[in-house]
């Protein structure tokens, strides 16, 4: 039977060998991690992550052929393919801080790798790294091992969170990188044959690694740059009276450029864009090509610029302060469907918010009041080290109240603001909420969820991302 040991049981590593030994009967597989909370979590009914489908998946697989465990030393040294899937957060401090990957975790999978293997193995980059890893990986894992042979494996994660179940079920691709002998070649197969238990042949793309290594960050990186030149879009749009989803929509039916991914926004979150550009973009500069950089780097930029856009549309359109005003904040997620929120753009908008004396009442459906004061207080970057390493948060904020529902957030509010498209928010009965609200009383869109017509006829004042303003905003020019 063969064994796989994955070490890192965070978002990639759960789902993915979840349904690796849903998939594969035949194969053990043990996801290990040195978190004891996590993998408690992990061997309850409560577990860690929130991704639709994923109990299903767990259950059935559970203690059969998917084992969850705090023992990384026994697991890593009894399996044939250790995938490794731990956080590449970006560096805070030292050479390439704020933009380099940090890439201490993976270093020290790699030395227990190297410390306790009694046995051959192929060793799996799971994780997102920059180019060229695998070769300092083998440098560690030969210098320290005895006369054991490793082959290094790039099999780079394309799932997005909210749909990673469906996403493993039936991915575009799945990449294999590995080098170009006999035993690399060896090692492709026996990794491929175990996608092979569920997607096409055709799917499964082989390349060499740093192919492999390279086509993560640059589809990660081509993602967000759609992302933010539809929204760069979005602000010619209201400057114009264009309508975003009409432009996006006239753009995205030309095959060439395809409909998906244009949704104008507050911004792009999640733990992978920005850190995966910032380290494109520090790879470019060690290489010497400062334009390429400079390129990948506005991505960001424009971003950024989007996220205080939003901050100004508010502040300027409700008679330039928020100062001691009640604003509802509806969605703190990176997105709809999971609970992260790493990145998320609630958090610079927050602070934005905050920054100008607003008092806040959070509504998440998937985030608890621990997380977002974690969040609004934790240092850039902080947030993607494991819980277990991260400061703790020893002020709270106190202009912020986090509520466990819509209608309890706006109540008495000045404004709302939208800023994940949770489906709920589409339903609301905002005549209701209207009512409970202080006049005038304002909606900000950050989504582009709400029918922006009716809640005129109701009395709001809105605005949307993108979309032509209403009078009263177009009074109140807001300078990003
Ligand atoms: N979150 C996502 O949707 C995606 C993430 N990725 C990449 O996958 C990697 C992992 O990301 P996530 O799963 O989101 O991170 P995560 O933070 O949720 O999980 C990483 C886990 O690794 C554990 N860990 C760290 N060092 C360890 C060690 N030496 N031994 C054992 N466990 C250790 C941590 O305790 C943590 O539980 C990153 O490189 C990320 O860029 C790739 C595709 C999608
Ligand atoms: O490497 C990773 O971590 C992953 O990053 C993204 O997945 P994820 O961040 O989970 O979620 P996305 O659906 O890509 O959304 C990212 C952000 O962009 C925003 N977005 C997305 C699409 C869009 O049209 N507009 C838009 O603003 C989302 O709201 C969210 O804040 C990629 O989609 C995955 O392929 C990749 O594996």
Redesign the pocket.
Known sequence: MVKICCIGAGYVGGPTMAVIALKCPSVEVAVVDISVPRINAWNSDQLPIYEPGLDDVVKECRGRNLFFSTDVEKHVSEADIVFVSVNTPTKTQGLGAGKAADLTYWESAARVIADVSKSNKIVVEKS?VPVKTAEAIEKILTHNSKGIKFQILSNP??????TAIKDLFNPDRVLIGGRETPEGQKAIQALKDVYAHWVPEDRILTTNLWSAELS?LA??AF?AQ??SS?NAMSALCEATGANISQVAYAVGTDSRIGPK???G?V???????QK?ILNLVYICECNGLPEVAEYWKQVIKINDYQKSRFVNRVVASMFNTVSSKKIAILGFA??KDTGDTRE??AIDVCKGLLGDKARLSIYDPQVTEDQIQRDLTMKKFDWDHPLHLQPMSPTTVKQVTVVWDAYEATKDAHGICILT?WDEFKSLDYQRIYEGMQKPAFVFDGRNIVDAEKLREIGFIVYAIGKPLDAWLKDMPAIA
């Open positions: 997102t994660e394309f799932l997005a969170e909210g993560k589809a990660n993602l759609r992302i539809v991914f244009l949704n926004s911004g792009f979150g999640g733990s992978c864009f995966d990176f997105k998320t753009p498209e």
